[in-house]
C-alpha cells in the first residue's frame, strides 16, 4: 500500500513554544491531507482537511489559530501546534489520499508531550 | 449524520480462539467500509475494505462483510495469533461532504498465550 511518513515520532518542548509536524505521502501525490488527534485509548478526532495549495477546513471545535495547517505541496502537509500547552499533549496522526473515492493512507503519528 | 458504533473492549480470547468484534453503521447512501489496526505506539494500518453490499474484504486471516440490510460490519477471523494484539476500528466513508472517513470508537483485543 502507499507509505505516509512523520517527522518527528516523538517530541518534548516546553509549554509556550511550537512544534512544527511534517506529514509526508513518500509514493503518491496526496490531493488531500487530514489531520487526527488521539487521546489516550479513544478513537481519532478529525481536526482538519487541507487540500493542496487552500487553506484548511477545521472541525467544529478546532482553533485554527492553536493549529496552523499548511498543504504547501502534493506530498507534504504540516502542522504547527502554536504556544503549546499540557493540554496539547497527545498523539497526532495524519492520513492522505489521492482522489476522495480511493482509500486513505495514514502516518505513524507523532507523539507530543508539553512539559 | 454519518456514524460508526462498533463493540466495546477490550476484548480477550485465547491463541486460535475465534473472534468476531461487532460494527454497525449509520449513514445515508452507499458508505465505503473499512476495518483498520492499531497496534501499540503506531498509527493505524488499512486492515480490510468493502465498497458496496454484499463485498467482503479480508486480509491475514480477517473478514468482514458488508451488509446493507443489517447496515452492520463485523470483523471475524478463525483463529486469533497473539500478535493479533491490538486496537480495531471501524470506519464509513461517505460519499459526500468531502469523503470524511468517520471513526467507531475502538476496540482492544488482548490475545492471550
Known amino acids: 500500500g502507499a507509505v505516509v511518513s512523520q517527522h518527528p515520532s516523538r517530541v518534548i518542548c516546553k509549554s509556550g513554544t511550537s512544534v512544527k509536524i511534517e506529514c509526508r505521502s513518500l509514493d503518491f501525490q496526496a490531493t488531500t491531507m487530514f489531520w487526527y488527534r488521539q487521546f489516550p485509548k479513544q478513537s481519532l478526532m478529525l481536526m482538519a482537511t487541507s487540500n493542496e495549495g487552500s487553506k484548511a477546513t477545521y472541525e467544529q471545535g478546532v482553533e485554527k489559530d492553536k493549529f496552523l495547517i499548511n498543504h504547501a505541496s502534493l506530498t507534504l502537509s504540516t502542522l504547527t501546534v502554536t504556544s503549546a500547552h499540557p493540554e496539547d499533549s497527545s498523539f497526532y496522526i495524519c492520513s492522505a489520499r489521492w482522489d476522495p473515492q480511493e482509500t486513505q493512507y495514514f502516518g505513524p503519528g507523532t507523539r507530543l508531550l508539553v512539559l | 449524520g454519518d456514524s460508526v458504533t462498533q463493540m466495546e473492549g477490550p476484548v480477550t480470547l485465547s491463541e486460535e480462539a475465534f473472534l468476531t468484534i461487532n460494527c454497525t453503521y449509520t449513514?445515508?447512501?452507499?458508505?465505503?467500509l473499512f476495518w483498520y489496526v492499531q497496534y501499540p505506539g503506531e498509527g493505524l494500518q488499512l486492515l480490510l475494505k468493502?465498497?458496496?453490499?454484499?463485498d467482503k474484504g479480508s486480509n491475514k486471516g480477517f473478514e468482514a462483510t458488508y451488509r446493507k440490510e443489517t447496515t452492520s460490519f463485523h470483523l471475524e477471523k478463525g483463529s486469533v495469533q497473539v500478535s493479533d494484539s491490538a486496537v480495531y476500528f471501524c470506519?464509513?466513508?461517505?460519499?459526500?461532504?468531502?469523503?470524511?472517513?468517520?471513526f467507531g470508537a475502538g476496540t482492544r483485543l488482548f490475545v492471550k498465550a
Open positions: 449513514a445515508t447512501g452507499y458508505p465505503s
Open positions: 468493502a465498497t458496496k453490499a454484499d
Open positions: 470506519a464509513l466513508r461517505g460519499n459526500t461532504g468531502g469523503f470524511k472517513t468517520i
